[in-house]
């Protein structure tokens, strides 16, 4: 059973900084590109950032083009998003999802529950 599992949310101040985990289940990651999307209340879903199965690729949304670092551990099946210098706009719902090729094809056909990020004073 394919599943995705968020975790790494909370509240920070405006300059900190979160590190996200999607961890995979019941697939590999050495086969699948992953992305991370968020949403905020009354806003559409964004994409932020992907990160292929392959070589290892990686694409930013410029709003966190600098700030935000993609990476993944296949031997815990696992991809982060560190975020570094969060802004109050980085608040929303964060997202992983399973692309369905190794490339970052956008072609999502599984996702996470999502953790929530707020930054705030």
């Known amino acids: 059973q394919v599943q995705l599992v968020e975790s790494g949310g909370g509240l920070v101040q405006p300059g900190g900084s979160l590190r996200l985990s999607c961890a ?6 050495d086969y699948y ?14 994409g932020v950032s992907c990160i292929s199965s392959s070589i290892g690729s990686t694409y930013y949304a410029d709003s966190v083009k ?7 551990d296949n031997a815990k099946n696992t991809v982060y998003l560190q975020m570094n210098s969060l802004k109050p706009e980085d608040t929303a719902v964060y997202y992983c999802a399973k692309d369905k090729y190794y ?4 072609s999502w056909d599984y996702w996470g529950q999502g953790t929530q990020v707020t930054v705030s004073s």
């Open 103 to 106: 490339y970052c094809s956008t």
């Open 24 to 29: 995979a289940h019941g697939f590999s990651l």
């Open 66 to 72: 600098g700030r935000f670092t993609i990476s993944r």
């Open 33 to 46: 590109a992953i992305g991370w999307f968020r949403q905020a209340p009354g806003k559409e879903r964004e």
